[in-house]
């Protein structure tokens, strides 16, 4: 049982460059969440989903697009990554209870 | 919307003390209450979750206590130790929705 795992764990990209990045869990969870982590900011949400195939805006989407297909993966993408866009990201998901558990996150800078 | 405070912001304490972190939130329509731990660049890590119906959990050293009326959490660590400095993070989560809202968390370090 592995949790929640993220990959990749680091990444540099140049402006306007694209990627994506892969959140995977093996709990069954149905709500599935991506966030981003900024000095003094706390964790903000950018968009989530509660099961295949739906997604959703959180509180900071823009710049972002999701896509979940299968129920265990969600993946965060980015279409022209900006210098605003450096973070870190953090992956949950959460069951019935809504108990959140955390991938361990990926260190993104855009330069 | 819905707030979350944590007071203190920072908090440095000798090894073995007592401590208390506070947490204060502004809806009272909770459905849960989350505490985690995050050390310095890495992910969070869940200590315990309080049901609304629940009015405290403990885990080992860690006691966390929920006082909707009051809109009020408090996490208790007995006999700190320096493996407990970390970044402690409350986490609401309201009945109406399962979005989170993050306090923006108490930096704790113990000193040996």
């Known amino acids: 049982n592995a949790g929640v795992t993220q990959t990749p764990k680091f990444r540099v990209l140049k402006t306007g460059q694209s990627m994506t990045l892969l959140c995977a869990q093996d709990?069954?969870?149905?709500?599935m969440y991506w966030y981003r982590q900024d000095p003094g900011m706390g964790l903000r949400l950018i968009h989530y989903?509660?099961?295949?195939?739906?997604?959703a805006k959180g509180e900071v989407p823009d710049g972002y697009n999701v896509s979940r297909l299968k129920k265990q993966n969600f993946l965060l993408g980015l279409e022209s990554a900006a210098p605003s866009q450096t973070s870190v990201y953090f992956c949950?998901?959460?069951?019935?209870?809504?108990?959140?558990?955390f991938g361990p996150g990926t260190r993104l800078t855009v330069t | 919307k819905q707030e979350v405070t944590q007071i203190p912001a920072a908090l440095s304490v000798p090894e073995g003390e007592n401590l208390v972190l506070n947490c204060s939130f502004t809806d009272s329509a909770i459905y849960n209450l989350q505490w985690f731990r995050q050390d310095p660049g890495k992910g969070l890590t869940s200590l315990l979750l309080?049901?609304?119906?629940?009015r405290e959990q403990t885990s080992g050293r860690l006691n966390a206590s929920l006082d909707k009326s009051s809109g009020r959490s408090t996490l208790y660590i007995a006999a700190s130790q320096p493996g407990d400095s970390a970044t402690y993070l409350c986490v609401y989560s309201g009945g109406s929705n399962y979005k989170l809202t993050f306090g923006k968390g108490t930096l704790l370090t113990v000193n040996p």
């Open positions: 989903s509660v099961g295949e195939g739906t997604t």
């Open positions: 309080i049901q609304s119906s629940q």
């Open positions: 949950a998901s959460s069951g019935i209870r809504y108990e959140q558990y």
């Open positions: 709990m069954n969870h149905e709500y």
